[in-house]
């Protein structure tokens, strides 16, 4: 299985905007540089006024969509997600999830041991954390779910370690740089957890995107009046009511997993699922349901 199964005051944007700058300078050259400007700028604006930068094509609905989180206190693990029904489940991974939980707590320049890379990487990673400590948990989720787009480059497990089912833990994802759907969303999860958010409102959702037929990872976080995904593909945070094509599949949150379903009459209630979860690999290919 792969992993998958399972606004700020102005000094603070600074510090956003100055480790994102110069991760990019270091990591991505010239291009990459003026991408962190970019991003820099989007995030000294109003948070409500924030459009997304780069990511998935659908700008249209994407600008029409709800931006910005609610100041709601976190909720329980979003077991109803994309419109689910969830049922627990123990799934074959789940000890290696529970080693992984380890893992996610693993967030210090001293974890990458003799890697520079790691260090400076994890450095502008712990910069946004201790910038958004003392900030609503909106702010928090906004601020680092732009900042991991920005500091990881797109690519599969088979490219970067040789094999369709590697879990990543946020020191390899840092030490290379590069991740799949599922790297990104579990070093989100890792840095909103030291950002002080419970665990047990975060949860690592599977999902099939019905408009791509692909298999994809993403991060819900609960609050008390709804679900925000941070998601690879767009630097701006949509509630789950938002993104309609997203079929849960399962999710794995702090101590259990949930297999998901829909209700008889909804779209995704007709159609076939994949014959094993062992099957389902985010980010490696495009679904095939037999």
Known sequence: MSAGYLALSKPRHAAIAAGLALGFSLFAGPAGLQQARVAAAAQARPFHSQQRIAGDSDKARDAAAPVGLDRMSTGSVPTGVFGSVAFPFKPDALAQWQHMQQALDRLRREDCAGSTTCRTRM????????????????????????AVNKLLRY???????????????????????RGDCEDYA?????????????????????????????????????????????????????????????????????????????????????????????????????????
């Not at 949509?238 to 309609?244: C, K, R």
């Open 123 to 146: 450095g502008l990673l712990q910069e946004t954390v201790a910038a958004i400590a003392d900030a609503p948990i909106a702010k928090k989720v906004d601020a680092v779910n732009l």
């Open 186 to 290: 579990l070093l989100k999860l890792a840095a909103l957890r030291s950002a002080g958010l419970p665990a047990e409102s975060l949860a690592l959702v599977v999902v099939r995107d019905a408009k791509r037929n692909f298999f994809h990872a993403v991060l819900a976080v609960s609050t008390t009046s709804q679900t925000y995904i941070l998601d690879n593909l767009r630097d701006t945070v949509l509630p789950d009511s938002a993104l309609p094509q997203y079929q849960a599949l399962y999710s794995l949150g702090a101590q259990r997993a949930w297999v998901h379903g829909y209700k008889r009459g909804s779209e995704f209630a007709m159609q076939k699922r994949p014959a094993s979860l062992d099957k389902v690999l985010p980010g490696e290919g495009v679904a095939n349901p037999s």
């Open 155 to 177: 690519d599969t497990d088979a490219n970067i370690y040789g094999t369709l089912d590697h879990w990543a833990t946020p020191v390899e994802t840092l030490t290379t740089g």
